[in-house]
C-alpha cells in the first residue's frame, strides 16, 4: 500500500533553516506528483508547494524565494527546502501523492503522510 512518512520538523529561530523529508513506497513514485502542505492550530490546511514527475514546480505566495521543493526519484524522496523561517510558517506540514498531474488543492490528492511539526519562534 502506499506510504508516505515526513521527517525532519523541528524548533528553528525565525530566520533559520530546514529541510523536510517525505519517503514515499508502495507505487512508482518516479510518474506521480508531489505536493507539501501545512496546517497550523485552528487553521485549514494550506498548499505550500507541488512538483510534478518532470520536476514542475508550484507555490504558495506566502513562501515564494524561501522555500524549495524538490524529488529524487531514484531515492523515492521529496524534499522540502525551507529558509528564511518566519513565525508564521509554524505547523504541522504533510507531504501528499495521488495524481499525475501537480495540483494546489487538498482534494487533487488521495494519499497523506503523517505530518512533522514545524515551530519557528519569534
Known amino acids: 500500500q502506499v506510504q508516505l512518512v515526513e521527517s525532519g520538523g523541528g524548533l528553528v529561530q525565525a530566520g533559520g533553516s530546514l529541510r523536510l523529508s517525505c519517503a514515499a513506497s508502495?507505487?512508482?513514485?518516479?510518474?506521480?506528483?508531489m505536493g507539501w502542505f501545512r496546517q497550523a492550530p485552528g487553521k485549514e490546511r494550506e498548499f505550500v508547494a507541488a512538483?510534478?514527475?518532470?520536476?514542475?514546480?508550484d507555490y504558495a505566495d506566502s513562501v515564494k524565494g524561501r522555500f524549495t521543493i524538490s524529488r529524487d526519484n531514484a531515492q523515492n524522496t521529496v524534499y522540502l527546502q525551507m529558509n528564511s523561517l518566519k513565525p508564521e510558517d509554524t505547523a504541522v506540514y504533510y507531504c501528499?501523492?495521488?495524481?499525475?498531474?501537480?495540483?494546489?488543492?487538498?482534494?487533487?490528492?488521495?494519499?497523506w503522510g503523517q505530518g512533522t511539526q514545524v515551530t519557528v519562534s519569534s
Open positions: 501528499a501523492t495521488g495524481r499525475r498531474v501537480k495540483g494546489l488543492s487538498t482534494s487533487d490528492y488521495v494519499y
Open positions: 508502495g507505487y512508482t513514485f518516479s510518474i506521480y506528483s
Open positions: 512538483i510534478n514527475w518532470s520536476g514542475g514546480r
